[in-house]
């Protein structure tokens, strides 16, 4: 939203890295080391190896690859050379040092011929399959899902049976616990560098924040911790494309650093943005908006995906194959609206006396345009609905109705944990009565 109309009006990223690669002398150097990737190598090559030169062609726009398939059938290969018999167009056109001679007005030579000749399959599960490469990617990203769900649940679990009593609250000290005055502003500062750092390791952003994600969820790390921890690995992601781009053939690697580099500085300038100035710190208040909207309306979280990750990126993307004047005359009223609404509910907040009275609450628009209890009532329609016709939707339906019970508790809770952990929620019960005492 910031920085894509800021490229467009100036250049200014393309402009910083053109200046970095024209003004150092790089030279194409070894591939990227591999650190993470040697452990879960061997375990991924039994589940699907893909044809590294498919992808190539691919990106390059070789029309041929798109009949092709993704997935490596031929692990082992070898090149072979024979000499083999050729016809020629006349006497001319004969290989030089080789016999030529006439056969039924026909004219042959001898010409070395290479051929590619398979010798050993792969091992991987889907090898021998019959599936097109969609349905393939499909099973994998299943899979893939349900093992990420499962393993986030059990570190969960894990986790919240290992850090009890004085163990959780001293971790939870020391991780949350800032420098000293005048220094409290480095500490925000040195956990972007770890987190870049222990993503830089892992070589995975995804990796390293879906591992300080259920610490949040316990209660171990404050969000206002995990925020500057996640801002640096998104910069440590970016160290495995430079290192990628190192390795690139001499006449690629000003391009491909350039990219890298783009990568990078966006990540830079994000954070310049969004962290050293507190007020600008949007993304903690929107993450815990979102966590206690989530508290009262579980299906909210599946409802938000759906909409940020596949309904707007697909209409996005349909707008802008329409022509831009379609995107433009779509998208400029609807960011109009989203925008007078924020500032609305800024001012209904902070200054409601400078509002007209009619917009000092949006109780004038119907309710399931500004509340989810309706929405909420009818998904706990369908799932009632679901419960009485399919056995399996039974338990779901009793906790949709356990969970509308318990919601008035939910409102009173400060935020909602995965599972809760009773050292913490001790100590907090803790702090809020000596607050109250005090007051």
């Given amino acids: 939203l910031v920085l894509l109309p800021l490229?467009?009006?100036?250049g200014v990223l393309y402009k910083l890295t053109k200046l970095l690669i024209d003004s150092f002398h790089i030279q194409t150097g070894q591939d990227a080391p591999d650190l993470l990737k040697v452990i879960t190598e061997p375990l991924t090559k039994n589940i699907i190896e893909l044809d590294s030169s498919v992808i190539s062609d691919i990106a390059i726009g070789d029309p041929s690859a798109r009949n092709k398939s993704l997935i490596k059938?031929?692990?082992?290969k070898q090149k072979i050379t024979n000499l083999v018999n050729i016809t020629v167009p006349s006497e001319a056109n004969?290989?030089?040092g080789a016999p030529c001679w006439e056969i039924n007005n026909e004219t042959w030579t001898q010409q070395n011929v290479t051929e590619t000749v398979n010798i050993a399959k792969c091992t991987h599960l889907f090898v021998s399959t019959d599936l097109p490469d969609l349905a393939v990617g499909l099973i994998l990203l299943a899979l893939s899902l349900l093992v990420l769900c499962t393993c986030l649940i059990l570190i969960v679990k894990l986790l919240n049976s290992m850090l009890k009593g004085q163990v959780a609250v001293a971790i939870k000290k020391v991780l949350n616990t800032d420098f000293p005055f005048p220094f409290a502003w480095v500490t925000g500062y040195l956990a972007i560098l770890v987190g870049a750092g222990m993503t830089f390791i892992v070589q995975s952003s995804s990796v390293f924040t879906s591992a300080i994600t259920p610490l949040v969820g316990i209660g171990v790390i404050s969000i206002e911790r995990a925020y500057p921890l996640t801002l640096g690995s998104n910069i440590g992601t970016t160290t495995t494309a430079i290192l990628a781009a190192m390795a690139?053939?001499?006449e690629k690697l000003a391009n491909s650093l350039q990219i890298s580099l783009c990568h990078f500085f966006f990540n830079i300038f994000g954070i310049l943005l969004w962290y050293p100035i507190p007020i600008t710190r949007v993304p903690i208040r929107l993450a815990k908006a979102l966590g206690d909207r989530t508290?009262?309306?579980?299906w909210f979280a599946i409802v938000y995906l759906i909409l940020c990750f596949f309904v707007m990126p697909l209409l996005v993307l349909g707008l802008s194959i329409a022509g831009w004047q379609v995107l433009v005359g779509v998208g400029v009223p609807i960011v109009a609206l989203l925008i007078f609404v924020l500032v609305v509910n800024i001012m209904q907040t902070r200054c409601p006396h400078f509002l007209v009275p009619m917009l000092r609450s949006w109780d004038f628009l119907p309710k399931p345009l500004h509340s989810l209890k309706p929405w909420d009532r009818v998904v706990t329609s369908v799932m009632g609905f679901c419960g009485a016709h399919?056995?399996?939707?039974c338990k779901c339906c009793k906790k949709v109705k356990a969970d509308g019970e318990n919601d008035e508790g939910l409102e009173k809770k400060k935020g909602l944990e995965m599972y809760d952990n009773p050292a913490l929620c001790v100590e907090d019960e803790k702090i809020q009565t000596i607050s109250g005492t005090h007051l």
């Fill in 248 to 250: 690139s053939p001499g």
């Fill in 295 to 298: 508290a009262k309306y579980r």
């Fill in 94 to 96: 004969c290989t030089i």
């Fill in 73 to 76: 059938t031929w692990c082992k």
């Fill in 7 to 10: 490229e467009v009006a100036t």
């Fill in 390 to 393: 399919c056995c399996c939707c």
